[in-house]
Each structure stands twice: as C-alpha cells, then as structure tokens.
C-alpha cells in the first residue's frame, strides 16, 4: 500500500499463505476487528454503503497505533499472522455492513463485497519500520518500509480467480492467481471427491474476479543511507483503488506483507 507525506492509503497483499487460526480465534479476532472499525470507521463504511456502484471497490484506513492502543490482543495476531488476519479484517467490515444495513432498513444502503482495509500510521518499531530493502528472512512478515517512487508502471487488468469443474463429479472449484508465479492460474490435478478424476472444465468466467492492477518501483531514501551505499528499489504491486495513487518522485510509506517473485 501506499502513504504519500500525508495520507493517501496502504496496500497489503492477502492472498498468501500462512498459518491458519483456529476457528475459535478466529471468530473471536473477527468480533474484535468489527468493533475496532465500528468505532473508528463507521461513518466510512456508512458512505460506502451509500455508493451506488455496487461493483466498484472500496476500502477504509484503519490507524494500527490505533489498534494497538485499543486492543492488544488482535493486534499481536494481526503482526504474527498478518495474511489471515487481514482476511479476518475483511470478512469483519463486511458483517458490519449487514448490521448497518439491517438496522436501517429504508435508508437505500446497499451491501459492497469488494472491500479492502488499509492500514495506515504504523509504530515507529525498529522490526516493522524500515528504510532499506527487506530481505528474504522477511517474507510473510507485515512490514512498512519508506522511501521515493522511481517508476510506475502501465494499469492492467487481472484475472484474480478462475472457476473449475470436475467434469465427472460435478464438483467445482475456485483457483486463485499465484501472484508468486506471475499471476498463474492452475488448473486443478486431481477432485478432490470420491471419484478423483483429473478432467476438469473452466466454467463461465465471472466478471468481479477481474481487478485492476499496477507495478512501481520504490527507491531507499538516499539520505538516510551509509555514505558510499548504493540505493537499493523493490517492486510493489498496487491493487484495485490503490492504482494510480502516485507518481514518481513521491516519497511514500509502503505498509505491505512482503512476497517472492519468481
């Protein structure tokens, strides 16, 4: 995600793996995240349900000092598994959306699936904040890193996930883009059902799996740098409304959960 010197937004990327919750945290992290962004998002959320494009995607900023002040308990999960957490994170903001919608029943507010929580003024923390680039020991882990955009790249579109039927049991599957692999799409290789066949059909693609994507470079800060240190840059993937939210020479924060590329 992105922060300009101000505050423009932060993208994390949630489609990794990594360990899971046990359904009872988990619906226990989900309840606390709710009433973290129905404390401090709600009129947000209420201006989202409020759009009228029901397609588009929407996001709120939640302030993880914040978080961490309110509830110390989500946000230690929140840091030790940030992928599943940010999931969790999700599915929360959309049950508020229900709630909201249920309790005003004639006000036209209209449910919006594809939302997105960005998180914005990390803690100065020397293992979250950083001026250089990461390294592979970091991967998985959430971080925020600081520095200029030196290139931004064109907006293209994204098949996020594709639908798969087995073409003898009739069960069917969801296969997500392997951003790690450039955004493949595999194809299941065995149902996973009593019949494990290996023959499996696409099935009608659904316009909302398509996203809007966009790759930049950001660059150290030179001046925060050892003298002789040459500046290093990483790539950073922005996602949905997140696209175009910058421009090169920006100095940004970027608040992301680190991938390999390969």
């Given at each position: 995600g992105i922060s300009r010197n101000s505050r423009v937004g932060f993208k994390l990327r949630c489609d990794m793996v990594?360990?899971?919750l046990l359904p009872a945290k988990q619906s226990v992290l989900r309840e606390k995240l709710k009433t973290f962004i129905a404390s401090h998002c709600r009129e947000h959320v209420i201006t989202i349900l409020s759009a009228d494009d029901v397609a588009a995607h929407y996001s709120i900023v939640a302030d993880l000092q914040q978080l961490i002040d309110d509830d110390t308990e989500a946000?230690?999960?929140?840091?030790?598994?940030?992928?599943?957490?940010l999931e969790e994170f999700i599915e929360a903001m959309c049950e508020l959306e229900q709630e909201i919608i249920e309790q005003n029943d004639d006000s036209g507010l209209m449910f919006k699936a594809n939302v997105h929580v960005r998180l914005c003024n990390p803690p100065p923390w020397p293992e979250l904040c950083r001026h250089t680039v990461p390294t592979t020991c970091d991967v998985g882990q959430l971080l925020a890193f600081s520095g200029t955009v030196i290139r931004i790249g064109q907006v293209n579109m994204l098949e996020s996930r594709r639908g798969y039927q087995c073409d003898k049991c009739h069960n069917q599957y969801v296969v997500k883009a392997d951003i790690e692999q450039h955004y493949v799409i595999a194809k299941p290789t065995s149902c996973l059902g009593d019949c494990r066949s290996n023959k499996f059909s696409a099935m009608p693609i659904d316009p909302g799996c398509y996203r809007d994507y966009q790759e930049i470079k950001v660059q150290e800060h030179v001046q925060k740098l050892t003298v002789g240190k040459i500046p290093r840059s990483i790539v950073v993937l922005l996602m949905d409304d997140l696209v175009d939210s910058c421009k090169p020479g920006d100095d940004v924060t970027v608040v992301y959960v680190l991938e390999l590329l390969w």
């Open positions: 990594d360990s899971e946000s230690q999960v929140l840091l030790k598994q940030p992928i599943t957490s």
